[in-house]
């Protein structure tokens, strides 16, 4: 399999490359679906082995010019995940937060935490998976007063983006490492609470460690089609199923067959709405694209707040870039990455929650999904300043 790079420069070339992607079984993985491919939309596809034979001549043949990202995805799948099986699997204290881990790994994690640092780690969970995996919650924060207002973040929604998973450890490692000696922080977890949840789709992300390394949606079973799962992030009821979702179950970007269908996004929408008072701020994490988007994703409008969260995302930017020079552009989410509805970042906002961002983390596509281990330690650092900047700039009030 490849992963290849197509740039339509015209409507033509936009015809043309819809067509052929919905006529052959091709993985979008930038965007997310066919619909939103228009001129100058920067396209990554996973070809399968069987299909580059007829798809890049026929390219060729169209006159589109297309450049190849990935030439063997089977042996970067096995670079990022091959040396696995004989990864020393050392005591919890020495957790490795520079590779990525199985579900089963970041569960005896969280249960650990939640023996060790009992005086500002509380785990529970909000309910249970498709498949009867329990939905745990990390819950952050000094138990200074009986109510204080929180933030939630949650990462892996989407299976596949490894990334996502990885910053959230980093979050709660960072908390209780430099609770005692950075001021920020000991002031975030004694004014707020956060809400962190790992992995949002378990049952996704353990299918794409098991069988489908770039596996997206949930895993509930259709009964009329033989296709599994929903995009959770299209199941959210705001807006729900219109444009930029599909109704057809085999489609990577299906909305379900009712919003809230998923007893992960029930489970979280359930949790969300019992808590809208008190939280403020709704962080998820994705990838990849570089990118800070807040609402709307439905719809070209301003929302009401723009200026708060506007001024927001551009500190938490630049704050961003501070570390390495990466820049991310920000934005609504659709008018920076593209339309899309049912997700649950407009949801979090539409209910209440005056804070709500999506992160597209690392990088730009060269590695895609395959975000390589050495880079999760560069991503995590300066996804956190961007956090803690956010976090703080919801401690101060704004007008």
């Given at each position: 399999?490849?992963v290849?790079?197509?740039?339509?420069?015209?409507?033509?070339?936009?015809?043309?490359l819809?067509?052929?992607?919905n006529?052959?079984?091709?993985?979008?993985?930038?965007?997310?679906?066919?619909?939103?491919?228009?001129?100058?939309?920067?396209?990554?596809?996973?070809?399968?082995?069987?299909?580059?034979?007829?798809?890049?001549?026929?390219?060729?043949?169209?006159?589109?010019?297309?450049?190849?990202?990935?030439?063997?995805?089977?042996?970067?799948?096995?670079?990022?995940t091959?040396q696995?099986?004989?990864?020393?699997?050392?005591s919890?204290?020495?957790?490795?937060?520079?590779?990525?881990?199985?579900?089963?790994?970041?569960?005896?994690?969280?249960?650990?935490?939640?023996?060790?640092?009992?005086?500002?780690?509380?785990?529970?969970?909000?309910?249970?998976?498709?498949?009867?995996?329990?939905?745990?919650?990390?819950?952050?924060?000094?138990?200074?007063?009986p109510?204080?207002?929180?933030?939630?973040?949650?990462?892996?929604?989407?299976a596949?983006?490894?990334?996502?998973p990885?910053?959230?450890?980093w979050?709660?490692?960072?908390?209780?490492?430099?609770?005692?000696?950075?001021?920020?922080?000991?002031?975030?977890?004694?004014?707020?609470?956060?809400?962190?949840?790992?992995?949002?789709?378990?049952?996704?992300?353990?299918?794409?460690?098991?069988?489908?390394?770039?596996?997206?949606?949930?895993?509930?079973?259709?009964?009329r089609?033989?296709?599994?799962?929903?995009?959770?992030?299209?199941?959210?009821?705001?807006?729900?199923?219109d444009?930029?979702?599909?109704?057809?179950?085999?489609?990577?970007?299906?909305c379900?067959?009712?919003?809230?269908?998923?007893?992960?996004?029930?489970?979280?929408?359930?949790?969300?709405?019992?808590?809208?008072?008190q939280?403020?701020?709704?962080?998820?994490?994705?990838?990849?694209?570089?990118?800070l988007?807040?609402?709307?994703?439905?719809?070209?409008?301003?929302?009401?707040?723009?200026?708060?969260?506007e001024?927001?995302?551009?500190?938490?930017?630049?704050?961003l870039?501070?570390?390495?020079?990466?820049?991310?552009?920000?934005?609504?989410?659709?008018?920076?990455?593209y339309?899309?509805?049912?997700?649950?970042?407009?949801?979090?906002?539409?209910?209440?929650?005056?804070?709500?961002?999506?992160f597209?983390?690392?990088?730009?596509?060269?590695?895609?999904?395959?975000?390589?281990?050495?880079?999760?330690?560069p991503?995590?650092?300066?996804?956190?300043?961007?956090?803690?900047?956010?976090?703080?700039?919801l401690?101060?009030?704004?007008?």
């Amino acid at each position: 399999d490849k992963v290849i790079r197509v740039v339509p420069e015209s409507e033509r070339e936009t015809q043309i490359l819809r067509a052929a992607f919905n006529r052959l079984k091709v993985d979008l993985w930038q965007p997310s679906s066919p619909f939103h491919i228009v001129e100058g939309t920067v396209t990554d596809v996973r070809v399968p082995q069987n299909t580059t034979r007829s798809l890049l001549p026929y390219l060729q043949q169209a006159n589109i010019h297309y450049t190849i990202l990935i030439s063997d995805l089977q042996k970067a799948v096995e670079n990022q995940t091959g040396q696995r099986s004989y990864r020393n699997r050392r005591s919890l204290s020495e957790y490795n937060y520079e590779v990525y881990h199985s579900l089963e790994e970041i569960q005896d994690w969280m249960h650990h935490l939640n023996r060790t640092h009992s005086d500002l780690v509380h785990m529970f969970s909000v309910g249970k998976s498709y498949e009867g995996r329990p939905l745990y919650v990390l819950k952050l924060g000094k138990r200074s007063r009986p109510y204080k207002k929180a933030v939630w973040i949650d990462c892996g929604i989407h299976a596949r983006e490894w990334i996502g998973p990885a910053f959230c450890q980093w979050f709660v490692k960072e908390a209780l490492q430099t609770y005692q000696t950075d001021p920020a922080m000991r002031k975030m977890l004694t004014q707020l609470y956060f809400y962190i949840m790992p992995v949002f789709n378990v049952d996704g992300y353990h299918f794409s460690w098991t069988n489908d390394r770039f596996w997206r949606k949930t895993r509930s079973k259709n009964t009329r089609f033989h296709c599994h799962g929903v995009d959770a992030n299209r199941n959210w009821k705001v807006k729900w199923c219109d444009e930029g979702a599909s109704f057809h179950p085999c489609d990577d970007t299906y909305c379900g067959p009712f919003p809230e269908s998923e007893p992960e996004v029930k489970a979280v929408a359930h949790f969300l709405r019992k808590h809208r008072k008190q939280i403020k701020a709704y962080l998820s994490f994705h990838a990849y694209a570089q990118m800070l988007l807040y609402p709307y994703s439905y719809k070209y409008e301003t929302i009401p707040n723009f200026n708060c969260v506007e001024s927001a995302a551009y500190n938490a930017v630049n704050a961003l870039q501070s570390a390495y020079g990466i820049r991310y552009r920000y934005g609504p989410a659709s008018s920076t990455l593209y339309v899309s509805s049912g997700s649950s970042m407009d949801w979090a906002y539409k209910n209440g929650i005056p804070y709500a961002f999506a992160f597209e983390l690392r990088d730009t596509g060269h590695f895609g999904f395959l975000l390589p281990e050495m880079l999760i330690k560069p991503t995590c650092t300066e996804t956190m300043l961007a956090v803690k900047n956010i976090t703080l700039h919801l401690l101060k009030k704004c007008h």
